[in-house]
């Protein structure tokens, strides 16, 4: 089966960089995907690594390591509205239909 | 504008009651899928369709059902077999070319309480 692993909780200032881990095991990999959760809302897409190494887009990156099963999000510059669930996802099995969520982490951005 | 709608934003329930929610894409996305979210946890699948007429069953199918009779539309209902149905619910839907793995995207999602 399928295991993902965040910390539940993270609290970084404004202005600065925080990264967020996270690690899964899967019996087949096709993928892992970052979302962004704002309170009462629906996940927002933000990346999707398929590929070892680093993705750059805007203030956010996201990183993977297949062979470590690890991955993570970089948020550089933080803003205020910044502040938000961030959950990873991986495909179930390989079956790229069916997304996995872990259980999310929640970044607090203090002024 | 393309996207994902569903219906309705707030609902109550009372205890014995079946509600149906509303999901409808115009994405042209042949996959949708229907997830669960209690406060301060994760999303959980509850059912997933790949193609009209065929569905199968998430992690926490019991007590939902759903249907796939056109593409665009994928409602939840959610039966009093059900026991603790208060919750966010979520409708998704994606491709399956495998094209940027499928990326899944949301509706707004929909507030089920039971009164």
């Known amino acids: 089966g399928q295991n993902i692993d965040q910390p539940t909780e993270m609290t970084a200032t404004e202005g600065a960089i925080v990264q967020i881990n996270c690690t899964y095991q899967t019996s087949g990999f096709n993928g892992l995907f970052w979302y962004q959760q704002h309170a009462g809302e629906a996940p927002t897409f933000l990346s999707y690594?398929?590929?070892?190494g680093l993705e750059e887009k805007g203030r956010f990156s996201s990183f993977l390591s297949r062979s470590k099963g690890y991955s993570y999000l970089l948020l550089k510059e933080l803003q205020m509205k910044d502040s938000a669930s961030y959950l990873c996802a991986v495909p179930d099995g390989g079956a790229t239909n069916k997304l996995i969520f872990g259980t999310g982490t929640l970044l607090a951005v203090q002024p | 504008d393309g996207g994902i709608t569903q219906s309705p934003k707030y609902l109550f329930r009372k205890e014995g009651q079946n509600v149906t929610l509303s999901c409808e894409q115009n994405l042209n996305h042949d996959a949708m899928y229907w997830y669960r979210q209690d406060p301060g946890q994760g999303l959980r699948l509850i059912y997933y369709s790949q193609i009209v007429n065929d569905f199968q069953k998430g992690d926490i199918a019991e007590g939902y059902s759903v249907s796939r009779e056109k593409k665009e539309s994928f409602p939840l209902t959610v039966t009093s077999a059900q026991k603790n149905p208060t919750a966010f619910y979520l409708c998704a839907s994606s491709t399956s070319d495998g094209i940027s793995g499928n990326t899944i995207y949301f509706g707004e999602g929909s507030w089920l309480t039971v009164v």
């Open positions: 690594n398929v590929l070892d």
